[in-house]
């Protein structure tokens, strides 16, 4: 909602942004079929019929049209935008080739953005890859030094099962936050809580989920921090992005690893934190399955499947397996029929 505000003039452009979900490519296409509303579908804003559209869209819609004469800062809410929508194809368009230079931070920013977005497009391109290494080294601004840094350790233990090379990267990251202290302090805790969230992921992947475990209660107290400090709309509305990526990642963990490193109230700050979230609600729905709390687990994804997303619809089969479980099979034959509509609900 920040980014969209800002996009159609009711807020000012607060730039850079610091959120840091993206969602895949397609993503918007993905739930406009799931809903069965296909005269929703669109390949460029400007395809969707007038009738169909809102203020916000048509901003957008605007946006793109005059990409040629969008000052830098408008471009890099605009971008942010498209990326959480899913339209990287559409990234690629408007923005063929990364430019970055020492004396423009906000077009390092731009940069930040397209790479992170031309990966969701193409994981096999280097391009990105370079974007990255070249911010991590030149970046005006320490947060982006950092930031660019942890998108190297990702995209290595990730995509490359490179978990030693990203390891490189995080001793990298870890010295550069040294700088972050001239950053705000709402900032440095935000990034600082990323560095132990990607620690904790290369932990895991070499095979020491203690460590990681550490690494996410490093990562939850930094969050604690940001939220002590975080002040006006935008600013809480990274903590709260935050904290809900921080949650799941712990409910991710301690499913994966069989262990109880998180909160004892993890699954109730996850729903606190953001009911509509389906991943979060997901995660949740898998943690609570883990340790047989088939009752709980079975709310829990049926409030996922409300989503209308392929997530959704997945959470749906799960709640299913749940009422199997207790040994309601009539209800469970009904979950697996559920189509799942956004804003409207699931129904039979």
């Given at each position: 909602m920040q980014l969209t505000s800002m996009l159609t003039g009711e807020t000012e452009p607060a730039v850079p942004s610091w959120f840091s979900i993206i969602s895949p490519a397609g993503t918007r296409d993905q739930v406009v079929r799931q809903a069965r509303r296909d005269e929703y579908l669109a390949t460029r804003p400007g395809d969707l019929a007038e009738r169909l559209t809102t203020a916000p869209w048509r901003a957008l819609t605007t946006a793109v049209r005059e990409w040629p004469e969008l000052d830098q800062v408008r471009r890099v809410v605009l971008i942010g935008l498209l990326t959480q929508l899913g339209c990287h194809r559409l990234v690629a368009d408007l923005v063929p080739r990364v430019k970055v230079t020492p004396d423009c931070a906000?077009?390092?920013?731009?940069?930040?953005?397209?790479?992170?977005?031309?990966?969701?497009?193409?994981?096999?391109?280097?391009?990105?890859?370079?974007?990255?290494?070249?911010?991590?080294?030149?970046?005006?601004?320490?947060?982006?030094?950092?930031?660019?840094?942890?998108?190297?350790?990702?995209?290595?233990?990730?995509a490359h099962q490179d978990p030693p090379g990203a390891s490189t990267w995080l001793a990298?990251?870890?010295?550069?936050?040294?700088?972050?202290?001239?950053?705000?302090?709402?900032?440095?805790?935000?990034?600082?809580?990323?560095?132990?969230?990607?620690a904790a992921l290369v932990a895991v992947r070499q095979g020491a989920p203690g460590d990681g475990a550490a690494e996410m209660r490093a990562a939850l107290a930094e969050d604690?921090?940001?939220?002590?400090?975080?002040?006006g709309e935008l600013q809480l509305g990274y903590q709260r992005e935050n904290r809900a990526v921080v949650l799941e990642a712990f409910l991710k963990l301690d499913t994966l690893a069989g262990t109880a490193a998180a909160p004892a109230d993890v699954v109730a700050q996850a729903k606190r934190v953001d009911p509509f979230d389906v991943d979060l609600l997901f995660a949740a729905g898998r943690f609570l399955t883990a340790r047989e709390a088939w009752d709980e687990a079975t709310g829990t994804f049926l409030a996922a499947a409300a989503s209308g997303t392929v997530r959704g619809a997945v959470a749906a089969f799960e709640a299913g397996a749940c009422f199997e479980r207790l040994g309601r099979p009539a209800e469970a034959a009904a979950a697996s029929r559920w189509v799942c509509r956004p804003n409207r609900g699931c129904r039979t």
């Open positions: 906000v077009g390092q920013q731009l940069a930040y953005e397209v790479a992170r977005s031309d990966r969701q497009l193409d994981r096999r391109s280097t391009v990105p890859l370079r974007v990255f290494t070249w911010l991590a080294d030149h970046a005006s601004r320490p947060s982006l030094r950092v930031s660019a840094g942890l998108q190297m350790a990702s995209a290595l233990v990730r990298r990251c870890r010295q550069a936050c040294g700088g972050l202290r001239a950053e705000p302090a709402w900032l440095e805790h935000l990034v600082r809580s990323r560095v132990h969230r990607a604690d921090r940001l939220s002590a400090v975080a002040a």
